[in-house]
Nanobody
């Protein structure tokens, strides 16, 4: 089992920045890819960014490419999502997730490939 706790969400004006954190416990975090997903009201949960176990592979949704940066600190069992140039359409609950397969060279982008999820943190971007 692994427990994930997100933090860092909040209310920000368009053009602003936020840094989300995902603290992991209960499993060897460093062995697994980590992803960030988001879900806006009335919409499906969607992929935002993912990073493989070593941090050497990162993938982003087109909608956030160039604005968001995913990273991880395996020594601290923590993942991050730096969000810059935020837009109102980024408003959603953001979830971090850890996948089920250790030491994958790639990083999954599908929700179905992740076994463990945090409770989510709300990000609201005002115009």
């Amino acid at each position: 089992q692994v427990q994930l706790v997100e933090s860092g969400g909040g209310l920000v004006q368009a053009g602003g920045s936020l840094r989300l954190s995902c603290a992991a416990s209960g499993r060897t975090f460093s062995m697994y890819a980590m992803g960030w997903f988001r879900q806006a009201p009335g919409k499906e949960r969607e992929f935002v960014a993912t990073i493989n176990w070593s941090g050497g592979r990162k993938y982003y949704a087109d909608s956030v490419k160039g604005r968001f940066t995913i990273s991880r600190d395996n020594a601290k069992n923590t993942g991050y999502l730096q969000m810059n140039s935020l837009k109102p359409e980024d408003t959603a609950v953001y979830y971090c997730a850890v996948d089920r397969s250790p030491y994958l060279s790639s990083a999954p982008t599908s929700t179905g490939e992740y076994d463990y999820w945090g409770q989510g943190t709300q990000v609201t971007v005002s115009s």
